[in-house]
């Protein structure tokens, strides 16, 4: 089998980022018209509908979080090959299997085990990437994958937003369809360049599962995984929401595609860059810059949810957006520093944790104050989030070890 001293390591970090792109394309193209595929129209919600669609929406993120620490077990005990084949071709299915119904009672049950399989696709993807990079490079590494990953997400929903402009209502199962498709071609490429190239770290089918656990939840590990908690509270609402509320708003979908798709573009100029300096200036510094730009488009979303659309709120959301994405590829970094080895999986499933946490609640809080208090709930909401980010990347600061 090849090794990572004969070309294996280019190759798995290549493969790594291609079929992270295909996988969360897919994943964006049918999230993006997720919410209109279950109301039956393209915009202008009722609160039922809204209620209904945060709740089946919310089971991807909770089959996530109340799976990813064992498919991160299974990953470093078994190895992450084997997990990460599983994962793609079981999410290629579970997409187009959500062709044959809009009724929440079948989406709710395929959308809980869809998010176990995203779960483990995101864990051992990044597992993989911090075997690979060596620490001098792995900021680089990881804002990399950043760019691949959030690039995929971007792309897809301008994608899915534009063909929502474009099609019938009637006929968004196809996106499914085209979902499953190019899942499956992730699953080919992952499989056919990798079944010949040695994993980077061995298996370890001893280690007890309370050792892979103690390693994970250090202090070190936390403080950098808890902020992702309170960014993916905002993520997790503009997921699912983003094309309905700005139809609501006015804003055509073929626009908001526009303006995404500028957006993907600059995720794959930036994160590597970024990524290239946390190396170079430190993770901490990187952190503090994305915070910054997170409270901003934190306080330009707050009025936006209150005023509309205003040029005022698009300019703080835009001059917020770009030091917001140092936030990503140093806090990889950061986390992939404080894992061991041998426990890399384990620790990664914890992020994965963390983040489909932060979406689980954020879609369930976010729709219910909306439901209760209108603006002035979202209001709270993103003012709730912004403090909650800056307490704990100065708890970061404060109390993480040096170095």
């Known amino acids: 089998m090849t090794g990572p001293d004969d070309g294996g390591r280019s190759r798995v970090l290549r493969v790594v980022y291609i079929s992270t792109f295909l996988i969360r394309f897919a994943f964006g193209l049918t999230i993006s018209v997720f919410a209109s595929y279950i109301a039956g129209t393209s915009q202008g919600f009722g609160t039922a509908s809204v209620g209904t669609i945060g709740l089946v929406a919310a089971l991807a993120p909770a089959g996530e979080f109340t799976t990813v620490l064992a498919t991160g077990q299974v990953a470093d005990r078994r190895g992450r090959f084997p997990v990460l084949f599983a994962a793609i071709g079981g999410a290629a299915v579970l997409t187009a299997l959500g062709a044959l119904s809009r009724d929440p009672l079948f989406l709710g049950p395929l959308n809980y085990v869809f998010g176990i399989a995203s779960g483990a696709i995101l864990t051992t993807s990044l597992a993989?990437?911090?075997?690979?990079?060596?620490?001098?490079?792995?900021?680089?590494?990881?804002?990399?994958?950043?760019?691949?990953?959030?690039?995929?997400?971007?792309?897809?929903?301008?994608a899915g937003f534009g063909l929502l402009a474009a099609l019938p209502n009637?006929?968004?199962?196809?996106?499914?369809?085209?979902?499953?498709?190019i899942l499956g071609g992730g699953f080919g490429l992952a499989y056919l360049s990798l079944r010949s190239v040695q994993e980077p770290v061995p298996a370890h089918p001893s280690s007890p599962v309370f050792r892979l656990l103690?390693?994970?939840?250090?202090?070190?590990?936390?403080?950098?995984?808890?902020?992702?908690?309170?960014?993916?509270?905002?993520?997790?609402?503009?997921?699912?929401?983003?094309?309905?509320?700005?139809?609501?708003?006015?804003?055509?979908?073929?626009?908001l595609a526009a303006v995404i798709g500028v957006g993907g573009l600059l995720l794959l100029a930036t994160q590597p860059y970024f990524g290239g300096l946390a190396d170079r200036f430190g993770r901490m510094a990187l952190m503090g810059v994305g915070t910054v730009g997170f409270v901003g488009v934190l306080i330009g979303a707050?009025?936006?949810?209150?005023?509309?659309?205003s040029d005022a709120a698009l300019a703080i959301v835009g001059a917020s957006v770009l030091p917001a994405l140092a936030y990503g590829p140093a806090a990889l970094a950061a986390l992939a520093d404080a894992s061991r080895a041998t426990s890399r999986a384990t620790t990664m499933a914890v992020y994965t944790l963390t983040i489909s946490l932060g979406m689980m609640i954020?879609?369930?809080?976010?729709?219910?104050?909306f439901d209760a208090a209108g603006a002035t709930g979202l209001d709270l909401y993103f003012g709730g989030i912004a403090v909650g980010l800056v307490l704990l990347t100065v708890a970061r600061y404060r109390f993480a070890p040096a170095g």
């Open 128 to 158: 993989l990437v911090g075997d690979e990079a060596g620490v001098d490079e792995r900021g680089l590494a990881m804002g990399r994958f950043d760019a691949m990953n959030l690039m995929g997400w971007v792309l897809g929903f301008a």
């Open 170 to 181: 009637g006929e968004l199962g196809a996106l499914f369809l085209i979902g499953g498709a």
């Open 214 to 255: 103690r390693a994970a939840l250090r202090r070190d590990v936390l403080l950098v995984t808890l902020p992702w908690l309170v960014i993916y509270l905002l993520l997790g609402t503009l997921f699912v929401f983003l094309g309905g509320a700005a139809g609501s708003a006015g804003l055509p979908t073929w626009e």
């Open 302 to 309: 707050g009025l936006l949810a209150t005023y509309g659309v």
């Open 362 to 369: 954020g879609l369930l809080v976010s729709t219910s104050l």
